[in-house]
């Protein structure tokens, strides 16, 4: 009888506090005994890498893994969302699901029976995080299957591996972005001056629509900034008329 290996899945996410710019998603799908391989590579949490580390490392993980799966949330689908309710950890609860439906697409009875899906989770409940991931799913015999746990992305190469790849991808997409506009926003993050700079200047650019997180709070206190000032400027006026 055909032994079957125990496979693992590792999901991490990159980009979910900035104001601008997509979150990304990502899984890989390996076999147990090549978790060994991606250590010795160098998989750890992408934080700890530097962005030249993780180009570098990103190419070789995606030749070491059976397949991997990225999935991108834009700005406007994180705003859709929030719109209906949902908070960023449930947008990304139906993201992770969605990999996971992708991965595991093709493997027989057998090989999920041998699969442990590692998350890396983003909310403070891990077991209702892990509930709502589970309601997404297609395969509903997983529950048995699933870890959730924070910092999963420092403790399990796979998770590590999911993240780098990531990041890199995230990276790939803010770039394109900033060629698309033809200018330089940094980050991404609030924390970020350039950024800050960039969305006081372009928050009521409709030519940029779909590149900000509309939802954000730090978003709306930019437009609401500025829309202050404009009114302030037409309060100024009306008075000067009389």
């Known amino acids: ?45 992408s934080k700890l890498l530097s962005p030249k580390q993780r180009t570098e490392l990103e190419s070789k993980l995606r030749k070491e893994v059976m ?45 999920r029976k041998n699969l442990k899906i590692i998350l890396d989770c983003p909310s403070i409940n891990t077991s209702a995080w892990k509930n709502q991931l589970l309601s ?18 420092f403790n399990y190469p796979v998770v590590s591996a999911a993240s780098i790849i990531a990041k890199v991808t995230r990276d790939a997409e803010i770039e394109k972005i900033k060629k698309q506009i033809g200018e330089d926003f940094g980050s991404g993050y ?13 928050v009521d650019n409709p030519k940029l629509k779909g590149i900000f997180r509309e939802s954000w709070a730090t978003f709306q206190e930019a437009r609401n900034k500025k829309l202050g000032i404009k009114q302030g400027k037409n309060k100024q006026s009306k008075l000067g008329e009389y």
């Not at 997404?136 to 992305?153: F, P, R, T, V």
């Not at 609030?190 to 372009?202: A, C, I």
């Open 1 to 45: 009888m055909e032994k079957t290996s125990e496979l693992l899945i590792g999901i991490d996410d990159a980009g979910r506090g900035p104001v601008m710019g997509p979150m990304l998603l990502a899984g890989v799908l390996i076999e147990k005994d090549k978790e060994l391989e991606l250590k010795k590579l160098g998989a750890k949490d």
């Open 67 to 111: 397949s991997y799966k990225a999935f991108l949330v834009t700005p406007t689908e994180i705003d859709s969302g929030m719109g209906k309710g949902l908070n960023l950890n449930q947008v990304e609860a139906f993201a992770a699901a969605s990999i996971i439906n992708s991965l595991i697409e093709n493997l027989k009875a057998s090989e």
């Open 190 to 202: 609030p924390s970020d001056p350039v950024t800050r700079e960039f969305l006081e200047k372009n």
């Open 136 to 153: 997404y799913l297609e395969d509903s015999g997983l529950n048995q299957n699933i870890i959730c746990e924070h910092k999963a992305d």
